[in-house]
């Protein structure tokens, strides 16, 4: 009954959302609502109002951060002092940081003035805004502080939680709203700041930032890194742990434990083509080196684009390079995103539908347009499942996050209604113009932000209006659903598995199935076509013949065990169990957590292995899963 109510009260909450904010952003709204009002006009650009921090960025701007911190693992804390040199843009006698679940020290201004300052009382969303009063002569405000327990950007791992199992491991994830849990500062994308940090870590073990990066360990733990190219601040990032690196070519890269490098070398061996190729698209790649580090399964995303050095899960070392287009994926996003970002949160299909579009281009050039047409429909089934699913605000481009966590909001609709959005574009005006105009897109904007509503005026100018193209692109942006003019995918590699899948379906007998050749997307095609009217035997029988359960790939594992929990083939059990307590992507278990949610058996099943599993999820999948669960 709990999971129902949490459920029926999160969809009222969802559809409310601009009426009803809830209690405890209250706060936030009537800042933001007053910000509103005095909405400033510049040259040619309004003001964008960040709903999602409590910083007065927009008056006083941190554009620099100087780290000093030490990696503790007895106590599972960061601690240290950062320094922001600040640009007081109007006077202002206080500046405001973001911060959550942080412990605060003491606040320097000048490097030597002790400042006085206000930690204000925990809002559940947004944190504690911390007010320090400064001076006309403030040029640098810097805060000793330590993170604690709750910190919701550390993931802490024991030798056990990783691959080596000798040492521990921790690394940092700070898209959407995170990275003020581990760092005071002014959390919003709409700002961009440079940094230099030094970490200090336990003696054997190797730290990496989004930054130039070390090749091997030092005597001393302590490391130095700078990133001299303005970011946003999601993208700062750290990882700890017993790394080792292997370089690809002169420009790319791996680092991962001893025990998962040669294995992720041999994967991501083409990154040095998917740079060349990304180039040839878009324009030069401007972040020197592209590596990327897997990281242990416990990492709640497929990929994160941190800028020089893209954290991944280790569910893509499938051994056979099938699930490599993640990597295209996050090296997109080194142009859209890292150098031209979503301004507000509510802009994130600028972001990640850009990206898509970006990565399936890269994919095109590297394995065909075939290929890239497999990836573009089963994104189309994955857009067409989620429309389902979710209510209509949600299903919009532009987004209204007022009141929500930004994150309850990224779902395939940026992606995918992104992506087809700007395929539809491509297909009205011709690849060839739409990619002068992308290639222009990303120089003129690089190392800006910008907003739904900049993008959409850019466009016309540049495109539509030239090529005089006329677009519903108030229904593409602005409404629910899918417009009727969304491109059709035909993927012609996918012809032989539907073939396959008719002949199946007579009479479900599984040897009639030819499967020989069949690539991973192509088993995710036809293991998708598997109705709930399959029965258990016949479950059995797929297993008997592919061993599905067994599958060393994460991806055609995932999607055989939501089939089978849907109706209840019990074969996949101690696999379930261990997939489960290995793996924390969170893309993976939320839809089998929520298949099993929906029977009582199932919940209870559900909730048993998440007990014994949830010290192996970060905070961003635990959360998604104590929701689904109705723990929380
Ligand atoms: N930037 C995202 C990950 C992200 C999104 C983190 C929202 C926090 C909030 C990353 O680029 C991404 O999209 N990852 C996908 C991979 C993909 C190939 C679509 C993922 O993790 O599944
Ligand atoms: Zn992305």
Request: with cysteine.
């Amino acid at each position: 009954m709990k999971i129902v109510y949490t459920l029926l009260f999160t969809a009222l909450a969802f559809i409310n959302c601009e009426q009803a904010p809830s209690e405890n952003t209250e706060n936030t709204h009537t800042v933001s609502k007053e910000k509103k009002t005095e909405e400033i006009t510049t040259k040619n650009k309004t003001e964008v109002i960040d709903e999602h921090t409590l910083s007065n960025y927009n008056e006083v701007a941190s554009k620099h951060l100087d780290l000093d911190l030490e990696v503790n693992f007895e106590t599972k804390s960061i601690s240290g002092v950062v320094t922001h040199t600040i640009e007081n843009k109007t006077n202002a006698d206080k500046i405001v940081f973001d911060t959550k679940y942080l412990i605060i020290d003491k606040v320097l201004l000048n490097g030597s003035e002790i400042a006085t300052y206000k930690l204000a009382p925990l809002d559940e969303l947004l944190g504690s805004a911390l007010e320090v009063n400064i001076k006309e002569d403030t040029k640098t405000v810097s805060i000793y502080y330590s993170t604690t327990e709750k910190t919701e950007a550390l993931d802490w791992l024991v030798p056990s939680q990783t691959a080596n199992k000798t040492s521990p491991f921790m690394y940092t994830q700070g898209q959407s709203i995170f990275s003020r849990s581990w760092i005071p500062l002014q959390d919003t994308p709409e700002l961009r700041i440079t940094y230099a940090a030094q970490i200090k870590v336990p003696k054997g073990m190797l730290a990496v930032m989004s930054a130039n990066n070390p090749v091997q360990k030092n005597d001393e733990g302590v490391y130095k890194f700078e990133m001299t190219q303005s970011i946003p601040c999601y993208l700062l990032a750290l990882a700890v742990g017993d790394l080792e690196f292997k370089a690809l070519d002169d420009r790319t890269g791996v680092y991962a434990e001893p025990a998962m490098l040669e294995s992720s070398a041999y994967e991501l061996a083409d990154m040095g083509k998917m740079v060349d190729a990304a180039e040839q698209l878009y324009g030069p790649y401007q972040w020197e080196r592209f590596d990327v580090i897997v990281l242990p399964p416990s990492f709640p995303f497929g990929g994160m684009e941190n800028p020089r050095i893209t954290f991944a899960t280790p569910t893509i070392i499938a051994g056979d390079r099938s699930l490599v287009s993640l990597i295209a994926h996050e090296l997109a996003h080194s142009w859209s995103g890292n150098l031209v970002t979503n301004a507000t949160w509510n802009d994130f299909w600028l972001n990640e539908g850009f990206t898509v579009y970006f990565e399936r281009r890269i994919m095109e050039e590297i394995e065909g347009k075939d290929y890239a047409d497999m990836l573009a429909l089963l994104g189309f089934q994955d857009l067409e499942r989620t429309l389902k699913e979710l209510p209509p605000n949600f299903q919009k481009l532009r987004l209204n996050l007022t009141g929500f966590h930004p994150d309850d909001a990224m779902t395939d609709v940026a992606y995918e209604k992104g992506y087809f959005f700007l395929r539809l574009i491509e297909e009205k005006v011709g690849r060839e113009k739409f990619d002068l105009f992308l290639k222009e897109y990303f120089d003129v904007h690089k190392f800006q932000t910008i907003t739904t509503d900049q993008f959409l005026a850019y466009l016309d100018e540049k495109l539509l209006k030239p090529t005089n193209t006329k677009l519903n692109i108030d229904e593409w942006v602005n409404q629910p659903g899918l417009p009727e003019n969304c491109p059709k995918i035909d993927a012609v590699l996918f012809d032989n598995v539907e073939k396959q899948i008719a002949l199946y379906k007579v009479d479900y007998d599984p040897s009639v199935l030819k499967t020989d050749k069949w690539s991973t997307h192509e088993w995710l095609h036809f293991l998708r076509h598997l109705d709930n009217s399959i029965s258990k035997d016949q479950m059995a029988e797929l297993d008997a013949k592919f061993n599905l359960t067994n599958s060393g790939n994460s991806e055609i594992a995932a999607i055989w065990f939501e089939k089978s929990i849907n109706v209840n083939y019990r074969g996949i059990d101690n696999a379930l169990k261990a997939f489960l307590n290995r793996v924390g992507r969170r893309k993976f278990l939320k839809p089998l957590y929520e298949a099993l949610a929906k029977t009582p058996e199932g919940l209870e099943r559900g909730r048993e292995i998440f007990k014994a599993s949830k010290d192996n999820y970060h905070y961003v999948s635990s959360n998604t899963i104590e929701k689904i669960l109705g723990l929380k």
